[in-house]
T-cell receptor
C-alpha cells in the first residue's frame, strides 16, 4: 500500500523568507502523480502544485516550486518570498490510478502547519 | 460560479442518531469523493463514486453509507454504527480521465456528537 509521510508537524518562517516543507512517499508504482494542497484557517482545500512522476522537470507555480527526487521518493515544496497569506496546513498527496485509470484516489500525508511570522 | 456546496457547515448529533451530509456540485464532474479529516491524521477516504448509481468503499467506509442517484449529488450518511463520528468531513469532485485529475473540494462540514 502507498504511504505518504510528512515529518514536520509544524514550521515557522519570517515574512519574505524561503521555507521548504518535506514529503516522502512509498510506492511500487512507476506512474503516479504528486500534489501539494493548502488548507488555510477557512479549511477550504486549495491545490498548490502538482507533479507528474514521468516528468523530470520540477513543477513551478509562481512562488511555489517542488524538488521531485523520484529515486529517493521525495517531493518537497519550496515557498519563496513567504507571505502572511501562506499561513496554512500543507498536505502532500499521492495519486495512483485504479480501475483501469477511470478513477484516481488521493492518499494524503498528515500535514505540516506553516506559520508565517510578520 | 462553479463549485461544490456542502451543507450543513456545522452539525450536532446525539449518539445513536443517523445524520446525512449534503454535497452538491455544478462542475459537471463525473467522480465524487468523501474524505474524513481528524487532527494529526490527514484526510482519509470514506467512499468514492465514478458515475451515477455506482460507488466504492474507501479506506474507512465502516459506519457510513452513500448514494449517487444524480451526477450532481453525493450525500453521505453517518450511521449509528460509526464508533467515533466527530470529525471534519470534506467532499470533492473531479473529471474522469487517465491523467492527473485535480480534485476540487467543498468547504467542509463539521460533525460533533454530543
Amino acid at each position: 500500500a502507498q504511504t505518504v509521510t510528512q515529518s514536520q508537524p509544524e514550521m515557522s518562517v519570517q515574512e519574505a523568507e524561503t521555507v521548504t516543507l518535506s514529503c516522502t512517499y512509498d510506492t511500487s508504482e512507476n506512474n503516479y502523480y504528486l500534489f501539494w494542497y493548502k488548507q488555510p484557517p477557512s479549511r477550504q482545500m486549495i491545490l498548490v502544485i502538482r507533479q507528474e512522476a514521468y516528468k523530470q522537470q520540477n513543477a513551478t507555480e509562481n512562488r511555489f516550486s517542488v524538488n521531485f527526487q523520484k529515486a529517493a521518493k521525495s517531493f518537497s515544496l519550496k515557498i519563496s518570498d513567504s507571505q502572511l497569506g501562506d499561513t496554512a496546513m500543507y498536505f502532500c498527496a499521492f495519486m495512483k490510478q485504479v480501475n483501469g485509470g477511470a478513477t484516481n484516489k488521493l492518499i494524503f500525508g498528515t500535514g505540516t502547519l506553516l506559520a508565517v511570522q510578520p | 460560479d462553479g463549485g461544490i456546496t456542502q451543507s450543513p457547515k456545522y452539525l450536532f448529533r446525539k449518539e445513536g442518531q443517523n445524520v446525512t451530509l449534503s454535497c452538491e456540485q455544478n462542475l459537471n464532474h463525473d467522480a465524487m469523493y468523501w474524505y474524513r479529516q481528524d487532527p494529526g491524521q490527514g484526510l482519509r477516504l470514506i467512499y468514492y463514486s465514478q458515475i451515477v448509481n455506482d460507488f466504492q468503499k474507501g479506506d474507512i467506509a465502516e459506519g457510513y453509507s452513500v448514494s449517487r442517484e444524480k451526477k450532481e449529488s453525493f450525500p453521505l450518511t453517518v450511521t449509528s454504527a460509526q464508533k467515533n463520528p466527530t470529525a471534519f468531513y470534506l467532499c470533492a469532485s473531479s473529471i474522469r480521465s487517465s491523467g492527473a485529475n485535480v480534485l476540487t473540494f467543498g468547504a467542509g462540514s463539521r460533525l460533533t456528537v454530543l
